[in-house]
């Protein structure tokens, strides 16, 4: 009798943990985090601009949908994100020039979709995908070469982390992000006129979130 109860003690811990009840339902998360150091570059005929930026502030904000399962589960969501950094040092076809400005940024729109890898434990890895568009803005001045422009472009981006359950319906989470803008053409002024240029856009984001379910 005694050992009957232990195991349906044991069996009701179990189907009410917060990792394994995995109800469906819409919900909201914010994030915030830093974008790593990396390194800029800009292609036009005759002129090759290298920049590298600081570490830079984002932030974003996201609306999903959580499907019910027991086991792997899938989430899909809209995400509105920034990513900013102030520049470090600009190259000039290889020779460094004094530069002002922001360099470059980022106002992006994804659509992402999740695996969450549920497990016996609070801790859900997870990893995600996503597409969408990014308006990305160049604000450079280097003397005889100046940028400041706006391209709306393609991007995607890859993601991976982890999520802790504090309650039923609340969770933190950490993840690494990788993004990318595609076919970035913004226009440059030079010392001998203007012309397009090709924008090299990528970015490294680690950031810590909240996230509510409903």
């Not at 000039?92 to 002002?100: C, D, E, K, L, S």
């Not at 913004?186 to 990528?202: A, F, K, P, R």
Request: glycine fraction near 14%; proline fraction near 1%; charged fraction near 15%.
């Amino acid at each position: 009798m005694l050992k009957n109860g232990i195991c349906a003690a044991g069996l009701f811990m179990i189907m009410s943990s917060p990792a394994l009840a995995e109800d469906g339902g819409l919900y909201v998360s914010v994030q915030a985090g830093v974008r790593a150091v990396e390194q800029q570059s800009a292609q036009a005929a005759a002129v090759m601009i290298d920049g590298e930026l600081d570490n830079g502030l984002y932030l974003s904000g996201a609306v999903g949908y959580k499907f019910k399962s027991d086991g792997t589960g899938f989430r899909v969501e809209s995400e509105l994100a920034w990513r900013g950094g102030n520049l470090n040092h600009l190259d000039v076809n290889g020779v460094p020039v004094a530069v002002t400005g922001d360099g470059f940024s980022a106002l992006s729109f994804m659509g992402n979709g999740y695996v969450d890898f549920n497990n016996r434990s609070a801790f859900t890895p997870y990893l995600g995908a996503g597409i969408g568009m990014a308006r990305i803005k160049g604000d450079i001045d280097a003397g005889a070469n100046s940028l400041d422009d706006t391209a709306t472009v393609i991007a995607v981006q890859a993601i991976g982390g982890v999520d802790l359950a504090v309650t039923d319906g609340i969770s933190v989470f950490a993840d690494l992000r990788y993004f990318k803008a595609l076919d970035t053409t913004m226009t440059l002024n030079g010392s001998t006129g203007t012309g397009d240029i090709e924008v090299d856009y990528d970015a490294y984001t680690v950031g810590l979130g909240v996230r509510m379910q409903f």
